[in-house]
């Protein structure tokens, strides 16, 4: 069963991290990916950009309406995403606890619903 699990931390907090410790962080980012993939269950995955550069679009009445940044103001703001397969919750949980972010932020693991043409009646 495939699983997202969205990467979460304050961007705060990593933008006072030294150039060094960023560095490492990725590399340990890119470390676990080799990892996940080399056991079969990193299936796509990407860090994002600075919530600076994000626009949120609504669509109310058939008319879009644009605002800079993301959705709402929270502590924490959406750094990246894993997709990963996975037996189960626990296991995709298990996986999770491996991501580097999660020890400045969080992980949110949410299971991916299938959508399915519906089905001929006739």
């Not at 993939?37 to 309406?65: C, I, W």
Request: net charge negative; with cysteine.
């Amino acid at each position: 069963m495939k699983y997202l699990c969205l990467v979460y931390y304050d961007e705060n907090i990593m933008n006072q991290m030294s150039q060094q410790e960023w560095d490492s962080l990725n590399q340990e980012c890119i470390a676990c990916v080799g990892s996940l993939t080399s056991n079969g269950h990193f299936l796509d995955g990407a860090p994002l950009q600075s919530v600076n550069t994000a626009t949120t679009v609504r669509v109310r009445n058939g008319k879009a309406a644009l605002t800079d940044g993301p959705f709402a103001e929270t502590k924490e703001q959406l750094a990246g995403f894993y997709m990963l397969e996975a037996r189960d919750m626990n296991e995709a949980i298990r996986l999770a606890e491996k991501i580097p972010p999660a020890r400045y932020g969080s992980i949110e693991v949410r299971p991916v619903r299938e959508l399915r043409e519906a089905e001929n009646t006739r």
